[in-house]
């Protein structure tokens, strides 16, 4: 069983990144961490090249290495921070940039009276969202992650954490870490009876 866990903040100690990383520490399996600040993911230009193109998009840039990672683990742990009560620009450039997957042909019809929305391949795939967030407005970030995960690429979500950490760090707030260990715990027993 394998993991991707992806931290999209771009601050170094970032505590959405550190969340990401213990939730995949705890669920006992193989995992990658990668964090979009050492990452370079331009944002989709909609030029439509990979609905003619089984899925290949025309941006040449880090985005290409996570489609094949997204392909082929079990389990996606994503994490963002809350900017202006939604999902930071690079957290967004990852979601709209995975919509390339849809055309691979690979897996179930988004719609069926809508094949221009392409399939499903990342369908039946565990995951987990975690957004964090100064004082308030977590609620359209962490939903942002749901459609997401959940309705656009068909994961079942196994925990959602909204976590609000002021200007603090992580580290020195045992409840917000025990629940990134629960929910890593929860995430790797899913993945074994899977
Ligand atoms: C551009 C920007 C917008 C932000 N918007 C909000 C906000 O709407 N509500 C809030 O409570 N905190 C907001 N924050 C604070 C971050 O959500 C918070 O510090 C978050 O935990 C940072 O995560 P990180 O440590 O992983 O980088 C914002 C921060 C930045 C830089």
Redesign the pocket.
């Known amino acids: 069983m394998k993991v991707l866990a992806i931290?999209?903040?771009?601050?170094e100690?970032?505590?959405?990144?550190?969340?990401v990383k213990k939730i995949a520490e705890e669920t006992g399996a193989e995992y990658e961490f990668l964090e979009l600040k050492n990452m370079n993911i331009k944002p989709c230009t909609g030029c439509m090249e990979c609905m003619m193109n089984e899925g290949q998009c025309s941006i040449d840039d880090d985005m290409l290495k996570i489609y094949d990672k997204l392909m082929t683990v079990d389990a996606l742990i994503v994490?963002?921070?809350?900017?202006?009560?939604?999902v930071?620009a690079a957290v967004k450039a990852l979601i709209d940039r995975s919509m390339a997957l849809n055309y691979r042909g690979i897996g179930p019809m988004a719609n069926e009276d809508m094949p221009w929305l392409g399939q499903h391949p990342l369908s039946g795939k565990l995951g987990v969202s975690v957004?964090?967030?100064?004082?308030?407005?977590?609620e359209r970030?962490l939903e942002s992650l749901r459609i997401w995960m959940a309705d656009c690429h068909c994961l079942e979500l196994v925990a959602q954490l909204a976590?609000?950490?002021?200007?603090g760090d992580?580290d020195e707030m045992p409840e917000v870490i025990q629940r990134a260990v629960d929910a890593g715990k929860k995430l790797g027993e899913a993945l074994r009876v899977s």
């Not at 994490?79 to 939604?86: N, V």
């Not at 976590?163 to 200007?167: A, D, F, L, R, Y």
């Open positions: 931290g999209g903040s771009l601050r100690e970032s505590n959405t990144n550190k969340l994490g963002s921070p809350t900017y202006y009560l939604d930071s957004v964090t967030v100064a004082g308030a407005g977590h970030a976590e609000p950490v002021g200007m992580v």
